[in-house]
């Protein structure tokens, strides 16, 4: 008898849950400023935003440089730089 009343309840709940279900809004304010807060944030962290407007060249580097940096770029992701091993650092030299 007892198993049959906690059916019963379950049973009531889930009517009374799925009832319910179908009286919640669609929260149309939430679904209307949907993104606004990434947008806001990007516009936060951005420095200038009329730079692409700017046609001038960057001032203080020269195109050897810029080549050579671009190149080090470049090269830092074909060929990284060989992991250092932390227990090797110091030994066998000696300061002293």
Do not use: E
């Not at 806001?40 to 440089?65: C, F, I, Y």
């Amino acid at each position: 008898m007892n198993t049959i009343f906690t059916r019963l309840r379950v049973g009531i709940c889930a009517v009374a849950a799925m009832t319910l279900g179908g009286c919640l809004s669609s929260t149309p304010h939430w679904d209307a400023t949907f993104g606004d807060s990434v947008t806001q944030l990007r516009a936060m962290q951005t420095l200038n935003p009329d730079a692409s407007a700017n046609r001038d060249a960057v001032a203080g580097v020269d195109g050897k440089s810029a080549v050579s940096a671009q190149t080090s770029y470049g090269k830092s992701f074909s060929a990284p730089q060989s992991p250092v091993n932390m227990f090797t650092i110091g030994v066998g030299s000696s300061q002293y």
